[in-house]
Every structure is written in C-alpha cells, then in structure tokens.
C-alpha cells in the first residue's frame, strides 16, 4: 500500500505552478523527539485523510515536520503587508505550505505546518513556535468554526522536543493548520511591489479561479473580485462583532482574500462591552479595537483594491474611480449584515425603522453598566432576567418594555422567537480565563482541561447543562492581556 493510500493524502500543488517569486521551495525542519499531543478526528475524516493512521509514529513524523507526505511539495509563500499600519515585505517566516489537499468532494484546502522552522522569509528568527500559542488556535479556531464563523482550522499539534527560546523557554511545537488557501491582501500587496503586472493578473486569474470562478467571464472579473472579497469580508466582520471576536492583529498580512479569519495571535473574546476593549500586548494606541474592526477591514479592503488598479483600466485616473466606487458600497453592506444579525439575536424577523435605536440603546445601556456581552443576549434569550444586575436599572426596563412591544408587533410565535435567539445566541464562547486554564494544564502535560473545554465549545448554542460552568467571565480584576507567540 502506498503511502498515499494509507493516509488518505491527495495532493495536489496548484499554488507552486504560479511565478517563481510567489514562494520559495524550502522543507520543515526535523524534529528531535516529535509526540503528537492533540488531534482532529472530525476534521481529518472530512478532508479524507485516515484518522487512525495519522495517529501513528508514522502520522506524528509528518505533523512535525520529519517527514514530507508522498506527493506534497512544500513551499514558503511569499507576501508583504501593512502592520500597524507600516508597509513592509514579509513571507511565511515559521510556516511551510505542504500542499493542497483534494478531497473526496473535490474540494481544495491548504495543509500548513505553523512553527516548523526557518525559512528564506525567516528575517533571523528561528521559525519556531510554542506550545502555547499554537494550543491557542487550535482552541479559538475550533470555537469559531462551532459558531459559524468562517475561518482556518487546527488539524493537529505535535511537539516537536526542542526549546523554543522567547521571554522563557517553551516548549516547541508545530500547529497543522487547514485553510481554504492562504493567499492574502498581503499577497496581492507583494506582487504590486514588484511591478510585474503579467505576475499580478497570474495572481489575480489563480485567486478567481480558486475562489471565486462565477466571476471568471464578466465584464471586468478583477473589478467583480473586489466586489466578492469585499462582500465576504463585510460579511465576515459581522459577525466578529456578532460574538464579541477581537482579532487583535488586523494587518493586511492577515486578511484571507477567501474571507476566512486567518492568524489566531493576541486573539481574545470580549466580556463586558466596551468597544474601545483591547487585548494584545502590541497594539498600544488601540488600532485593532474591538470597535474599530469594521473600519480596519474598509482600510485594508482599500489597499486591496489599490494593487488590483493596473487591472481595472490602463488609465490611472479611471481606475481610481472604479475602486473607489465599489469600495464606496462595502459601509452599507457592513452595516446590514451586522443590522440583521443583531435582530436575530433580539429575536426579530422582520424590520422595522424603530430597530436600529432599540440595538443601539441596549449596548449603550450594557457598556454604561459594564454588563457582559455574551450573557446579555444569552440572559434575554433564557429570559431570567435577575442574573444580569444591569436588569435591574430604570434604563433597562425601559428599554426592555420597547423590546417586548417590538416583539408583539410581529406575527411569529413566541416559541420561533425563542428559537431565533438561541440560534443567534451563544450559550458559551472561549472565555479567556477558561483558555488560559487549559493552556496552562496543557503545558503542564495535563492535556484532559483542553479535551473538556473543547468538548463544550462543539456546540454553543445547545444550552446544555454540561456548558454552565463556562458562562461566567472573568473575575480578575487584571486587565487580561494576550500575546503574539512570535
């Protein structure tokens, strides 16, 4: 039996038959004593692979980085972005692309090893990553899949037994990940930079044929990719802000042009609401805030479009004018997704002109009392309304008699209502104190608090029982703080 057979593996390696400069070959590093730790069964069936095997010694050499899968030929990407605002040329610096799994659908997704080593785009780090952070995503990637949240997946974390040497010395590891493809904003920003517009329209033709093939005949296909892009990423912002998600590090290096939340870094889940409510470490002045994600989107979405304007018209002026006006639309098509979103989760199925104030005056009303985000709605939609102390305010009674009278206006039961709401509404989210707890158990060697949190999060909005002792936020009285992993 080949090696393919036995594992599932069906590669194919569409992304290295792009321009040379696109990527640079380059293998994993080995492993000294690699051990795989946590796996994806679910996932791994779904993309054909055999889950049994995988879980070998065998499987292990490969989720490490020792051995390369029969038929993948691993590349680093490479790409340029705008962090914090600053451009600057950048690549796969710790990550090794394997290749492009098919799967018995016919559908194509990337197989990344995160933390595998050095690399041509390493810039003098070790390419390393720790167990930590790549516990981390697979945690929050995994709970933002259950939400319905589009966005990369966690395969598999395998140590990999060599130290890894930051502020302290970790334990090194390698995240598996899967991703619909990682071509970025940051990609399209690298091939613009080099001012070769036959590569940039190879890219752009590979992007739609990948991702977005209804548009591949019209009039203007580069014109319709930015309109698609922007389409997703409106869509996808939503609900960010839906749930309570702040990305943390919103650089254009980070933004998936497949419309997937990519790079789990100094990610968090906000508790009470506030939008200015920052997590990571290095965004000192607050760019990538809760609140200000919609924007960071528009902005880099801008710089998209800026690299895709030799494609839009040969006159410099025209071009303009295109992106500007297509880009003109995204505020609007923002603004409905999350309008829309947040009448599900009030239990509302129709519109009416009164909606937009009823939302706006709840969350003012929750930021003013600092009440929970999460277990606002998750409190309206259980209905006991005596466990928030913001219920208790004469601005929420108020407001909750304009709630019930909106409610009564529409003809569907109270029962589809409730449905509506649980549907809308998460029961649990990734806590941070809970993520914390099972990374700290997990780099101990006690990987059964991750299994358990794991196991809670599948489904957040079942309301089980099993998913009470998640609910509560945080009760330190530290501002909670998260870190890159780099």
Known sequence: MTESKKFGWNFDNSYTRLPEPFYAKTNPEAAPSPELVIFNHPLAESLGLDAESLQSEEGTEIFAGNKVPEGAAPIAQAYAGHQFGHFTMLGDGRAVLLGEQI????????????????????????GRAGLGPMLREFIISEAMYALGIPTTRSLAVALTGAPVYRQETLEGAVLTRIAASHIRVGTFQYAAAREVVEDLRTLADYTIERHYPEVANDPNPYVSLLQEVMERQASLIAKWQLVGFIHGVMNTDNMAISGETIDYGPCAFMDSYDPATVFSSIDRQGRYAFGNQPGIAEWNLSRFAETLLPLFHEDQEKAVHIAQQTLSRYARIYYGH?????????????????????????????????????????????????????????????????????????????????????????????????????????????????????NALEDPYAYTAEQEKYVAPSVSETPYRTFCGT
Not at 106 to 112: C, L, M, N, T, V
């Open 103 to 126: 799967t018995p659908e016919g559908k194509r997704y990337d197989i990344q090893l995160k933390g595998s080593g050095k690399t041509p785009f390493s810039r003098g780090g070790d």
């Open 338 to 454: 999350w309008l829309t979103g947040m009448r599900n989760k009030l239990g509302l199925f129709n519109e009416e002109q009164q909606d937009e104030a009823l939302v706006k005056d709840l969350l003012k009303i929750m930021k003013d009392n600092q009440a929970d985000y999460t277990n606002t709605f998750r409190t309206l939609t259980i209905g006991d309304l005596n466990a928030l102390p913001m219920c208790k305010t004469t601005e929420f009674t108020e407001w909750h008699e304009r709630w019930k009278s909106r409610m009564a206006s529409q003809p569907e039961s109270e029962a589809a209502t409730k449905q509506l709401m649980r549907e809308s509404n998460p029961s649990i989210i990734p806590r941070n104190h809970r993520v914390e707890e099972a990374l700290d158990a997990a780099t101990e060697g006690d990987f059964s608090v991750m299994a358990e949190l794991l």
